[in-house]
């Protein structure tokens, strides 16, 4: 399936192996993304997957993902009864880790001793030294957890149980996001579907460093009308937190349809308002930056919609869009998580009934 995703410039620019000669802003011809029916590769050992709820990108172009096994259907689980009631299927592990071409690595996850795993999982980022972050939504999830690329558990941020507010140091309220700071050192976490903050902890020990609400003020947990672009307090989720190299931090406030862009120490700088009438579940369901050295874009993931905006990182000024609502290849039922690879593909994830993970890969027209 190609999408045209007409005037994308600088995006695409850098990647010579399939745009070479693209100059100069506004001379290059449109682009297309092409669905790949072929990626993943059929996952092994009869795993079914559930609602995707988490996606990233590893410094090796390794795609990661987790899901929800407790989502997968009754009559998916034939091959997981005893005596079984069908050859197919069992659930996956929560956590997946495909190599490049969609054969899995490994996997991995779930309870263990020593930490909480979450009731609900969403979000995974791989940071930099390859150590794996998630967290969970549910109401009683209210923590992080830190593990080895291989599963081995290293750190947990908060604990289940009971929110304590959006201005606790210690205790998280579902959080959906986190990226890691490498020069610094510090975690920054979209904190979330029950808190409305981003939050700030130090990556080794997890001690709190600092935490802002919406256009760097301190956090209100007052509940106020949501799709208000204007709104002086984030709406519930919080879904994501990307830096930029610019060294700004990007927030996802998906249910005031809009990305707010604040400095590392929470002095707000500017907001992007992405489709404002859109009211069913928000239009910032995600968002992460074009993978070009200059990062020239925003890749905005609008689940409510269906589709990708491709938008000026600078102005904020919408480009191109692609996709649909639907459930063939190509279009999204859930869209919820964007990454990108180096060679400029990219990659969605999908929860409610969507449940699965595709790769779009840019081609010249």
Known sequence: MNINTRHLVAVLCTLAALLAGCATPGANPPTRYAVDPYWPKPLPNQWALGQVAGLHV????????????????????????????????????????????????????????????????????????????????????????????????LMQIGKPGKSEGSNSPTQLGRPASMELDAAANELYVADGYGNKRVIVFDAATGQYKRHWGAYGNRPDDTKMRMFNPESPQFANPVHCVRLGVDNLVYVCDRSNNRIQVFEKNGKFVRQFVIDPKTQINGTVHDMILSPDPLQAYLFVGDGSNGEIYIVRRDTGERVAAFGRLGRMAGEFYGLHNLAADSHGNIFTAEVRTGRRVQRFRPEAP
């Open 58 to 153: 590893d410094s090796r172009n390794h795609v990661w993902i987790i899901h929800r096994p407790r989502t997968i259907e009754a009559l998916e689980r034939g091959a997981e009864q005893s005596p079984p009631t069908a050859r197919c299927c069992r659930p996956a592990p929560a956590v997946i880790e495909f190599d490049p071409e969609g054969r899995v690595v490994q996997a991995w996850g779930g309870p263990g001793e020593g930490y909480d795993w979450p009731t609900n999982e969403h979000g995974i980022y791989v940071d930099p030294k390859g150590d794996v972050w998630i967290g969970g939504n549910d109401v009683k999830d209210h923590h992080l957890l830190k593990f080895t690329r291989d599963g081995k558990f």
